[in-house]
């Protein structure tokens, strides 16, 4: 019998990372003369990976980014991040009893995320989390990634369960339209970095504090599937 998962993108719906992000970012940009971004950037530069995030904020301060350049910032970024884990970055107010919560209800815990699998997985077991999760994805990790509906669908059979019973949680647009591709329900957080509402992208159910994520929520949620 196939399990009921739950499935966590990581990035601003699980773990609140931003401190780390805009000190590893500024770390690379800062040597090839860009000036530091803040945290206000970050809505519009997370949410595709490392790699589209140094695009994105080479194009934000209107300097060309040569292929070579982008091989040079992402290993400075990476490095820098990887070095530095778990640095300040840490689960969001209710999210570890949550999970405690629906693990002990008999679900399947899982994480799909756009950072690259190597630095999700270390984060996570450096914050005591990895141990959690039946899977964790990252945007290297197959050949495609979010908002491709293959990349939650893929991590849902990792985790042993099917799409059916199966719910998606996160802040941005890739979370819930990767949800919506994939065919299956989603859960919107409020409190990441996204740069549009969690209601103008039309989750199934917001959830404001994982204080009210529950077993019985996950439940009625997929029932209406």
Not at 24 to 47: E, K, R
Not at 167 to 190: F, Y
Request: overall charge negative.
């Amino acid at each position: 019998m196939s399990a009921s998962v739950v499935v966590f993108d990581l990035d601003g719906t699980l773990v609140d990372t931003a401190p780390d992000l805009v000190a590893s970012l500024n770390h690379a940009i800062t040597q090839a003369g860009l000036a530091p971004v803040s945290y206000g950037d970050l809505t519009h530069l997370v949410g595709h990976g490392a790699k589209a995030m140094i695009e994105r904020t080479f194009t934000l301060r209107g300097k060309p980014l040569s292929a070579a350049d982008l091989d040079w910032q992402m290993k400075e970024f990476v490095d820098f991040y990887h070095g530095s884990m778990p640095g300040d970055s840490i689960p969001y107010p209710g999210v570890v009893t949550a999970m405690d919560r629906l693990a002990a209800a008999g679900y399947t815990l899982a994480v799909c995320t756009n950072k690259l699998e190597m630095l999700a997985r270390s984060l996570l077991n450096g914050l005591g989390l990895s141990p959690r999760f039946a899977a964790i994805t990252g945007g290297d990790t197959f050949a495609v990634r979010k908002p491709d509906a293959e990349h939650l669908l893929s991590t849902i059979r990792l985790a042993g369960g099917v799409p059916e019973k199966a719910v998606m949680i996160g802040d941005s647009l890739n979370d819930i339209l990767v949800a919506k591709n994939a065919s299956v329900r989603s859960i919107g957080v409020p409190f990441g970095y996204s740069d549009v509402s969690i209601e103008s992208l039309e989750p199934d159910l917001i959830v404001r504090h994982f204080d009210d994520l529950t077993p019985e929520l996950i439940e009625r949620l997929i029932a209406r599937a």
